[in-house]
């Protein structure tokens, strides 16, 4: 017994300062977040409690609806693209060709980049002016494109820097491919099965894994896209690329309406959560684990 209670005191001594932070840094700040979006505050003077009053708000606020569709926009449309397009790619890198090392190195490079120095990258290449895009356009006998003033065209620029940062991604498909057993491609091989046919039977479905997880990660990602909207285009033309992050920063730290960007975030965290549950709840019908008899099923 007195062996037990050692070897409990050990791991409690050790897990005793994590606690304290996750309380300190984590649940105390989210509950004083939680409770301040139910009050019209300021962080100057005290809290003047207004009930939902923040949250009802949203629904009537032009802005903030406008910033939930661009966002609503980037999810919809961005994740499905930069998904396949990362797909595609790491079949590409996982064709074995002299120097194929190489290239797999020189496309998880600009995950390393920072976002800040990532946006201004491409600030230089789609300048409105002497950018390197329009120089090449223009070369090539076209017209200059104004593609930071917009708005047909701002939200699919940002969703390509979003597809140029995504190496990381591409590098856990690209594992996921390592992963699947030769013996699959053999048997395939040895029916008659064509290329098209074995990737549909064979390779998509041992990625599904993957794609789930890589899926739920963007979500998140275009969810607080924040960075490059806003230094690419501060939200404009018009709002047209102001995302669900602006908006909340621009509430919080311009307007001091701290209480109203507080209810902002506590919505995006049911979104969030909302979208990853049913994410997660319908991986059991299209999601294969290796060792199950088939698509979602049990063992």
Do not use: H
């Not at 939902?52 to 926009?73: G, H, I, P």
């Amino acid at each position: 017994m007195a062996k037990k209670w050692k070897e409990d005191g050990a791991f409690l001594l050790f897990i005793i300062p994590w606690v304290i932070g996750f309380l300190c840094f984590f649940v105390g700040p989210a509950a004083a977040s939680l409770t301040y979006s139910f009050a019209d505050y300021n962080a100057i003077t005290a809290p003047d409690w207004i009930g939902f009053d923040n949250y009802t708000r949203l629904w009537t606020d032009e802005v903030y609806l406008e910033s939930l569709r661009n966002t609503l926009y980037f999810v919809f449309v961005g994740v499905p693209i930069t998904v396949t397009f990362q797909i595609l790619l790491a079949l590409l890198l996982n064709i074995e060709l002299p120097g194929i090392r190489y290239f797999r190195t020189l496309y998880y490079l600009p995950y390393l980049v920072p976002p800040v120095a990532t946006v201004v990258i491409w600030m230089i290449l789609f300048g409105s002016g002497d950018g390197v895009v329009n120089t090449l356009i223009q070369a090539l006998g076209g017209g200059r494109v104004d593609w930071m003033n917009s708005e047909a065209l701002i939200k699919p620029v940002i969703i390509t820097i979003g597809m140029w940062m995504s190496g990381g991604s591409v590098l856990i498909f690209l594992a996921g491919l390592k992963g699947i057993p030769t013996s699959l491609y053999e048997a395939a091989r040895i029916d008659g099965s064509g290329k098209v046919r074995t990737f549909f039977t064979i390779t998509l479905p041992m990625l599904t894994p993957s794609i789930l997880f890589t899926v739920v990660m963007q979500v998140i990602y275009y969810f607080q896209m924040f960075t490059e909207a806003m230094l690419l285009s501060r939200g404009g033309p018009d709002y047209a690329s102001q995302t669900y992050m602006m908006n909340t920063y621009q509430v919080a730290f311009r307007d001091l309406n701290f209480g109203y960007a507080m209810a902002q975030s506590w919505v995006l965290f049911l979104i969030i959560l909302v979208i990853t549950v049913v994410l997660m709840k319908s991986s059991n019908r299209w999601v294969y684990y290796e060792g199950d008899e088939k698509k979602g099923g049990k063992p």
